[in-house]
């Protein structure tokens, strides 16, 4: 009986393909206002699509999250930058910036000295998480 268990779990775990590897990158972060700002300093080219952005405010996880990408959404202002701009290219390569502003009808605010983490995954796997000081806009 133990024979025939162990072969239907390896035979289960071989069952389909691997999953991709998520992209290697060296991201930073800049929190001014209600802007938030990232830069891609180094690593693999990370594809637009399949990025998840997910921000909390001392801890708080904002009540409306980034979309990514795109032009206009609840609880941001329009008009994001970079690999966020739904008019941006399919990847955010080295060098590039992205940035986008936390509107006033979303929750909680942001307001100077409070502490902003941004998590970024690739098709749910993560990538970085980011920590900052609000400073003032």
Not at 57 to 67: I, K, M, S
Not at 114 to 125: S, T
Request: hydrophobic content about 40%; glycine content about 10%.
């Amino acid at each position: 009986m133990t024979v025939v268990l162990a072969a239907g779990v390896t035979a289960a775990t071989t069952i389909g393909s691997p999953a991709e590897p998520a992209p290697t990158a060296v991201i930073s972060m800049e929190v001014e206002g209600d802007r938030i700002a990232l830069t891609h300093d180094g690593g693999d080219p990370i594809p637009v699509d399949d990025l998840s952005v997910r921000v909390s405010v001392n801890g708080e996880p904002l009540a409306r999250q980034p979309p990514v990408p795109f032009f206009s959404a609840a609880g941001f202002r329009p008009g994001p930058t970079g690999a966020f701009n739904a008019a941006s290219g399919d990847e955010w390569i080295v060098g590039g910036s992205a940035s986008f502003r936390i509107a006033g009808t979303n929750d909680p605010h942001v307001a100077p000295g409070d502490r902003i983490e941004v998590r970024l995954a690739v098709r749910e796997q993560p990538i970085a998480t980011l920590e900052a000081t609000a400073r003032p806009g």
